[in-house]
């Protein structure tokens, strides 16, 4: 029982890292898709804006609200897309920086676990026996 304890003792650091290592993943993994929801938006309305550009004023526009779409002023469609796309590249750069910070914390929990693992090798052999 005693060597049990220990062992387990041994893997514990592992399996803390392994948890902290799938936990920045999955939060990396969010914040790309946040990323790349940003993006399309950014791109939905940069087109939207350049098609509205090659209208005339006098064509009458909709902007919807919910599932009805009410007349709107051309100025205030095109002013709404506008801060649409700050919005979104805003919160781009927001993102951006977040991703670099998962990256970073990644990178330095694969570095702890090589350190550790390179610090107890008979608990890497524990774990690869135990196939986890």
Known sequence: ????KRQQEDLQPFIELQE????NISFQQAVQQQLQRAMVSTKRSELTLQELSSMSS???????VGKAYFMAPMQQVVDELKDDIKGSQDEGKKLLQQK???????????AEMQELMKAHPEAVRQLAALGA
């Open 1 to 4: 029982m005693p060597e049990e």
């Open 58 to 64: 006098s064509v009458p526009m909709y902007k919807q």
């Open 20 to 23: 902290k290592l799938a936990m």
């Open 100 to 110: 670099e910070h998962a990256d970073k914390a990644i990178r330095a929990t694969e």
